[in-house]
């Protein structure tokens, strides 16, 4: 899709304009020949996706959780674009998929990766869920789709069909499970040449123990990118979006300590909301091609 059909679809699709330029106080720096329209299609794009943070279809207590999540901030730093097929793994109760699914309902394609009923307690649930609430409001969700995967073997769709795969909080979970590099094979599978991972988890300290971090559910950075260069990715960027200087990550039961879980006393509740939701590590892959 050419630059000047992304800009006009972004005004008439999705409620976007880009604002006028300020007038110059100075003599204006001369542009290399298309700034100007890149310059404005970013706004444009950056309105869509405003326009999508604000959608009054998301849950009050999804918003509130915005200032720990940083949703513009990620999503701009990982490059999702309206045209792109966009895979989220293990969406959950659809907190992502809320923005994303709106976001891209017009020219791309959101697909929310859930285990399997039978792969996961709470799979039916969260599936069934999901399903209807991507059914019942197609004017907000679009096409948004639900696929099911087997997390012994995960397969998230045909090869080199999607533009981005998206993964919040969950590599702890999988590292947990002894699973990890199944997943980042898989999402290496799913992905264009070229394609992005973006991945958000809690972070350790560096230098913890691998038995710390499944005990905590915090991980370091530097076992994350093991994982994705061992599945064939190159790191691309790190960003600070997501971290929370308050979270000294020792906490007497780990991450699951602090919001949302809140799996502590009531009396060290003001303690720990005052800390707020994790520190967080928000790293961009590429794979090659």
């Given at each position: 899709m050419s630059r000047l059909l992304a800009l006009a679809l972004c005004g008439a699709l999705l409620g976007c304009a880009s604002a006028p330029e300020p007038a110059a106080t100075s003599p204006a720096p001369k542009r290399?020949?298309?700034a100007a329209l890149d310059a404005a299609l970013d706004a444009a794009l950056d309105a869509a996706l405003d326009a999508a943070l604000a959608?009054?279809?998301?849950r009050p207590q999804d918003v509130l959780r915005d200032r720990f999540r940083h949703p513009g901030q990620t999503l701009a730093f990982f490059g999702v674009q309206p045209d792109q097929t966009v895979i989220e793994i293990t969406p959950g109760g659809g907190w992502y998929a809320d923005i994303l699914a709106p976001y891209l309902r017009a020219r791309g394609h959101y697909v929310g990766a859930q285990p399997?009923?039978?792969?996961?307690?709470?799979?039916?649930?969260?599936?069934?869920?999901?399903?209807?609430?991507?059914?019942?409001?197609?004017?907000?969700?679009?096409g948004a789709e639900l696929r099911t995967f087997d997390p012994a073997a995960p397969?998230?769709?045909?090869?080199?069909?999607?533009?981005?795969?998206?993964?919040?909080?969950?590599?702890?979970?999988?590292?947990?499970?002894?699973?990890?590099?199944?997943?980042?094979?898989?999402?290496?599978?799913v992905l264009k040449p070229g394609g992005t991972l973006g991945v958000v988890d809690h972070r350790a300290k560096a230098g913890a123990t691998l038995e710390a971090m499944k005990k905590s559910g915090y991980l370091t950075e530097a076992l994350v990118i093991a994982l994705a260069q061992r599945?064939?990715?190159?790191?691309?960027?790190?960003?600070?979006?997501?971290?929370?200087?308050?979270?000294?990550?020792?906490?007497?039961?780990?991450?699951?300590?602090?919001?949302?879980?809140?799996?502590?006393?009531?009396?060290d509740d003001a303690k720990y909301q005052a800390i707020g939701e994790s520190d967080r590590m928000t790293l961009r892959f590429r794979k090659p091609g």
């Open positions: 290399a020949p298309g959608g009054d279809w998301r399997a009923a039978a792969a996961d307690s709470a799979g039916g649930t969260r599936n069934a869920a999901l399903r209807e609430q991507f059914a019942g409001n197609a004017a907000v969700y679009g397969d998230f769709g045909p090869a080199a069909s999607a533009d981005t795969v998206l993964t919040f909080r969950n590599v702890h979970n999988w590292v947990s499970a002894g699973n990890a590099d199944a997943y980042f094979r898989a999402f290496f599978a599945a064939g990715f190159q790191l691309v960027a790190g960003s600070e979006a997501n971290a929370n200087p308050l979270d000294g990550t020792d906490h007497p039961n780990g991450v699951w300590t602090l919001p949302p879980t809140n799996r502590h006393d009531a009396s």
